[in-house]
């Protein structure tokens, strides 16, 4: 059964010492199984060490009752002791454009030390022809640019499960990586991220502080 599977999991995780994430999705499969664990598993000490993640979002507040975080909260979450920061949701409130602005400058930033493969990421335009591909097209096409690029800079001030990926496989090609934190970010930076002796991590408070530690690290590229 999938609630015992993944208490097994949370457990074994407890026993090591270890931090557990868990990514939830949207739609009724995790309501189904947050129940089910929530009124069989009467354990909540075994939670302390996992962090909740959401790999999408509504554009909603969290008490709507369209949000993912709600229905994960009603669920699960509020019969848990976890802290604060354990809970990492996406901020369904806010303007999606705001960030989708903040995140083009940096693009701008970055198109002036050479090509950059993943401006497509800032551009409404090629984000519907990228609706078009397959996972797997999606998939292979960007493990090709990472094996393209002379350097790797992640913005990691939103936790992703697809740029932790990316990050791991560009380290594993002995790709320079740099990865850029918004110190104004309600998100806690992964430790795996941190901790790493393969990433340089910079933090930053504005966009102008961001160009100055590009700068740093593109030197000789241009």
């Known amino acids: 059964m999938l609630a015992e599977r993944v208490q097994n999991l ?9 931090e ?8 009724s499969t995790p309501r189904i199984l947050f129940e089910y664990i929530a009124g069989h598993y009467e354990d909540p000490g075994i939670w302390e060490k996992v962090n909740f993640y959401w790999v999408d979002e509504r554009c909603v507040p969290p008490d709507h009752p369209e949000s993912n975080y709600r229905t994960a909260h009603e669920a699960l ?4 002791s976890n802290d604060h920061d354990q809970i990492h949701r996406i901020r ?6 705001d960030e989708a602005g903040r995140y083009s400058e940096l693009i701008e930033m970055l198109r002036t030390y050479g090509h950059v493969h993943s401006e497509h990421v800032g551009d409404d335009m090629a984000i519907e022809q990228d609706k078009k591909l397959s996972d797997r097209q999606i998939h292979e096409r960007d493990l090709e640019w990472i094996g393209q690029s002379d ?6 001030s939103v936790p992703s499960l697809g740029v932790g990926y990316e990050i791991a496989y560009a380290i594993r090609l002995g790709k320079p990586v740099l990865c850029l934190y918004d110190e104004n970010s309600e998100y ?3 430790a795996m991220i941190s901790g790493s002796d393969d990433i340089k991590v910079r933090r930053y408070n504005s966009l102008g502080e961001a160009r ?3 700068d740093k690290f593109m030197e000789g590229i241009r």
């Open 77 to 80: 979450l509020r019969y848990l």
């Open 151 to 156: 350097k790797v800079v992640a913005e990691v």
């Open 10 to 18: 949370v457990k074994d995780a407890l026993i090591k010492g270890e």
């Open 92 to 97: 369904g409130e806010d303007d999606p454009h």
């Open 20 to 27: 557990f994430n868990i990514a939830i999705s949207g739609g």
């Open 188 to 190: 806690r930076l992964s």
């Open 212 to 214: 100055s530690i590009l």
